[in-house]
């Protein structure tokens, strides 16, 4: 059994910052690829940012500059560091770990809401 369990979510201003973690735990060798999702109401789920675990990165066009993904692998954690957040930028985050062996696994989700 694998979890992962996101936290940091909240409402802030637009301009502000939030920083998003997620905690892998369970029967876990190794996790691969790390990510973060959102979805915003009436809208795809769509990849925001990921990490290998080699540590190469890609982004969302519309958060590259803004937004930082990093993770800890002693600590199974990924993190989201979300700066000049914006409006558009409100969504339900997810969390999405591929675990060796036991494949792709997803989060809860944590809800950012960005007010204009």
């Known amino acids: 059994q694998v979890q992962l369990v996101e936290s940091g979510g909240g409402l802030v201003q637009a301009g502000g910052s939030l920083r998003l973690s997620c905690a892998a735990s369970?029967?876990?060798?190794?996790?691969?690829?790390m990510a973060w999702y959102r979805q915003a109401p009436g809208k795809q789920r769509e990849l925001v940012a990921a990490v290998t675990s080699g540590g190469r990165i890609n982004y969302a066009d519309s958060v590259k500059g803004r937004f930082i993904i990093s993770r800890d692998n002693a600590k199974n954690t990924v993190y989201l560091q979300m700066n000049s957040l914006k409006p558009e930028d409100t969504a339900v985050y997810f969390c999405?770990?591929?675990?060796?062996?036991?494949?792709?696994?997803w989060g809860q989700g944590t809800q950012v809401t960005v007010s204009s």
């Open positions: 999405n770990a591929e675990v060796w062996m036991k494949g792709s696994h």
């Open positions: 369970g029967s876990i060798f190794s996790l691969n690829t």
